[in-house]
């Protein structure tokens, strides 16, 4: 990992050298000295901008989080019938995940030992139930299979849009772009819940 220079540090900058250090080490596994060394600063001035590396965490998992929750105000999520906010919902996951890709990585490895890994796991869940009312309203509409259990087929969807950050990688020419991976999700995912039309 590249050091940052000191004339060009900023908050911003240590917010990306920290999430690359999380990845790297998990969170849990990562020291002051370790931000430092990778940042090229010194601790005290990492304790100049922020009070520890809970507080990184917190800036970088709200990235992530709140790139998600600002999916759910667009306005294409919230008119049309609920198929229609559903796959626009999963799409524009989709997308802000590669878009936020270490912010989220993070984000789906924190596991609960901190009150912000806490916090960030109950927001987690907040989006997920958003999703899941979603799918249920869609159900309802007569638009989902009728023999699809809704937790189950919202796990799936989850669990297939959450596998992006173990093998998806901005590309240069001939790799995927966001818009081929996101419209690859949606069709895998709702050729298969939509009912048959009649």
Do not use: C
Not at 104 to 121: C, F, K, P
Not at 186 to 194: I, K, N, P, Q, T
């Amino acid at each position: 990992m590249t050091t940052a220079k000191r004339d060009t540090y900023t908050p911003e900058t240590l917010l990306t050298v920290a999430v690359g250090v999380f990845n790297e080490r998990g969170y849990d596994g990562t020291s002051m000295e370790h931000l430092s060394k990778a940042a090229g600063i010194s601790k005290s001035s990492i304790y100049h901008h922020v009070s520890g590396k809970e507080e990184l965490l917190r800036r970088a998992v709200s990235r992530a989080i709140d790139g998600l929750f600002g999916i759910l105000d667009e306005p294409d999520a919230g008119r049309g019938r609920a198929i229609e906010r559903v796959e626009y919902v999963t799409r524009r996951t989709v997308e802000v995940l590669m878009a936020e890709l270490p912010y989220v990585t993070l984000l789906l490895r924190v596991r609960g030992n901190t009150r912000t890994e806490r916090w960030a796991m109950e927001r987690r869940r907040d989006f997920d139930q958003r999703v899941a009312g979603l799918l249920k309203a869609a159900a309802a509409d007569g638009d989902l299979r009728a023999d699809m259990d809704i937790r189950l087929a919202t796990r799936l969807l989850f669990g297939m849009i959450n596998s992006l950050v173990e093998w998806y990688r901005p590309q240069p020419a001939g790799g995927y772009d966001s818009d081929q991976v996101a419209e690859a999700v949606v069709r895998m995912a709702f050729d298969g819940l939509r009912t048959e039309p009649s």
